[in-house]
């Protein structure tokens, strides 16, 4: 029971940075640029002085530490450049399809082979997203916007399995938050950097608590969950996201999307009591 509600929580701290993002950038507050490095500092910062205040030291000069750096830089800097061409809807499933492939299909190669049963509920859980999530408007998918999408979901994908064998989650993760911050801040500097105050506080309240404490808890519960649970049960996040934006921003919800929210937390429901 505390796996699941520690896993619940993560999952709602992945979908208030979605809209934490809109309130900010779709608002007009901050350019995507600053948000991303600002939230990356945030991030760091706040990491960093808990590990000290814990007096735990921060594995900077670890090896590992270049796998964690590389794959958050690469779901940071993909996440924040896509969103200014794609919607919100299909970035997410482009996003989250893209790491569950990848998490199966490395937890396949790694033999931890999906069962029957969780590749069934996967596949309805991903069928509930494509049922909410693609656009039914006629609109075409901008390329680039959907190539800097997947490169995000390769991103997270790689930053989800590194952080699986961490000692000490959080220090791990300020340490990742720290290495990626230069590179986040070059390959973002051009892309926006106006921000007023609302921009700047949304900004840091999305690094400090949704992403870097958020992370800091993904990286804990994923040393009691398997690669292909891990998988399935980010596929809840868009869904939250929405659900959430209704109740918070009042984005409109329709019957569709309580369907293909049965449909998602049904499927994850069937994947992760799998038997092993």
């Given at each position: 029971?505390?796996?699941?509600?520690?896993?619940?929580?993560?999952?709602?701290?992945?979908?208030?940075?979605?809209?934490?993002?809109?309130?900010?950038?779709?608002?007009?507050?901050?350019?995507?640029?600053?948000?991303?490095?600002?939230?990356?500092?945030?991030?760091?910062?706040?990491?960093?002085?808990?590990?000290?205040?814990?007096?735990?030291?921060?594995?900077?000069?670890?090896?590992?530490?270049?796998?964690?750096?590389?794959?958050?830089?690469?779901?940071?800097?993909?996440?924040?450049?896509?969103?200014?061409?794609?919607?919100?809807?299909?970035?997410?499933?482009?996003?989250?399809?893209?790491?569950?492939?990848?998490?199966?299909?490395?937890?396949a190669v790694t033999g931890q082979a999906p069962t029957?049963?969780?590749?069934?509920?996967?596949?309805?859980?991903f069928g509930g997203l494509v049922l909410v999530l693609?656009?039914?408007?006629?609109?075409?998918?901008?390329?680039?916007?959907?190539?800097?999408?997947?490169?995000?979901?390769?991103?997270?994908?790689?930053?989800?399995?590194?952080?699986?064998g961490a000692a000490d989650p959080l220090a791990t993760?300020?340490?990742?938050?720290?290495?990626?911050?230069?590179?986040?801040?070059?390959?973002?500097?051009?892309?926006?950097?106006?921000?007023?105050?609302?921009?700047?506080?949304?900004?840091?309240?999305?690094?400090?608590?949704?992403?870097?404490?958020?992370?800091?808890?993904?990286?804990?519960?994923?040393?009691?969950?398997?690669?292909?649970?891990?998988?399935?049960?980010?596929?809840?996040?868009?869904?939250?996201?929405?659900?959430?934006?209704?109740?918070?921003?009042?984005?409109?919800?329709?019957?569709?999307?309580?369907?293909?929210?049965?449909?998602?937390?049904?499927?994850?429901?069937?994947?992760?009591?799998?038997?092993?």
């Amino acid at each position: 029971m505390r796996l699941i509600l520690l896993t619940l929580l993560t999952m709602c701290a992945f979908a208030a940075n979605s809209l934490l993002t809109r309130a900010a950038v779709d608002g007009g507050h901050i350019g995507p640029g600053a948000f991303a490095v600002l939230r990356v500092a945030a991030g760091a910062m706040m990491l960093g002085a808990v590990a000290v205040w814990r007096g735990a030291s921060l594995p900077l000069l670890q090896r590992e530490r270049i796998l964690g750096a590389l794959s958050l830089a690469a779901y940071m800097v993909g996440f924040s450049l896509a969103y200014l061409t794609l919607d919100a809807g299909l970035g997410a499933l482009i996003l989250f399809g893209v790491t569950q492939i990848t998490m199966f299909g490395h937890a396949a190669v790694t033999g931890q082979a999906p069962t029957a049963r969780q590749l069934a509920g996967a596949s309805v859980a991903f069928g509930g997203l494509v049922l909410v999530l693609w656009p039914s408007d006629g609109s075409t998918t901008d390329p680039m916007g959907a190539a800097l999408m997947c490169l995000a979901g390769l991103g997270w994908a790689a930053y989800t399995i590194a952080g699986r064998g961490a000692a000490d989650p959080l220090a791990t993760t300020g340490a990742n938050f720290i290495l990626c911050l230069p590179l986040i801040a070059v390959l973002l500097f051009r892309s926006g950097l106006e921000a007023d105050a609302t921009g700047i506080l949304l900004a840091v309240l999305c690094g400090a608590v949704t992403s870097g404490l958020g992370y800091a808890l993904w990286y804990s519960v994923l040393m009691q969950m398997r690669g292909t649970t891990a998988a399935v049960v980010q596929l809840s996040v868009p869904v939250i996201a929405i659900l959430s934006g209704a109740a918070l921003l009042g984005e409109a919800v329709m019957p569709v999307v309580m369907i293909a929210a049965a449909l998602v937390v049904g499927g994850i429901g069937w994947s992760v009591t799998a038997k092993q």
